[in-house]
């Protein structure tokens, strides 16, 4: 296979989605929509998670050193692609958003449609010029319970699921189906009156 040089991308390198959830000051709920999430190893599991810019999301997990992270699945996307693409300052932001709770162990909110959420806690922030990593102990897994057990493959629970992906700009499902452009599944949330 021949390979050419290019400028760095991450093009055909899908990433898995999460919305992540803080609480602002007063208690009010946010979501942020990220991609650049992974994990790391220190003694235990953990998560290494980047937020680019200036993001409410960003500052309140600053402010708190708490969030939660909501895997994105294709019922989840429209929503996911709302609030990944509505300012975080916007005051109506949230309004649309049903269906969230408190985590178990940590002050964090949950998406209550997510299959698998991570409460998180940031042990250490690594600044960059535009962007910062953050490495964060899984302090609780919450999981639908129909993920348990043996008596169906792993492979099936994924695809029942159907976690989302990004890369190029655009949603991927989890049979590589396209799911649309970035703000393309907004426009229908917003459409459908949510």
Not at 172 to 184: C, D, P, T
Request: glycine share 8%.
């Amino acid at each position: 296979m021949n390979k050419i040089s290019k400028a760095p991308t991450n093009d055909f390198c899908p990433q898995t989605l999460f919305l992540y959830g803080t609480y602002d000051e007063e208690g009010r709920p946010d979501f942020g929509l990220f991609c650049w999430f992974s994990y790391i190893w220190d003694t235990e599991l953990g998560v290494m998670a980047c937020i680019g810019g200036d993001k409410l999301t960003k500052e309140n997990i600053h402010k708190q050193k708490v969030f939660s992270a909501c895997l994105v699945t294709e019922a989840l996307l429209p929503l996911a692609d709302y609030l990944g693409t509505t300012d975080g300052h916007s005051p109506d932001k949230m309004k649309p958003v049903t269906g969230i709770e408190k985590g178990r162990v940590l002050p964090v909110p949950v998406l209550t449609d997510s299959p698998v959420v991570f409460e998180l806690e940031v042990k250490q922030f690594l600044p960059m010029d535009d962007g910062e990593v953050m490495l964060c102990a899984i302090r609780n897994v919450l999981q639908d319970e129909s993920l348990d057990g043996e008596a169906v493959t792993s492979t099936e629970k994924l695809a029942a699921i159907a976690p989302v992906s990004t890369t190029c700009e655009r949603y991927f499902a989890w049979n590589g189906g396209n799911l649309g452009a970035w703000g393309e599944p907004a426009k229908k949330f917003i459409s459908s009156g949510r």
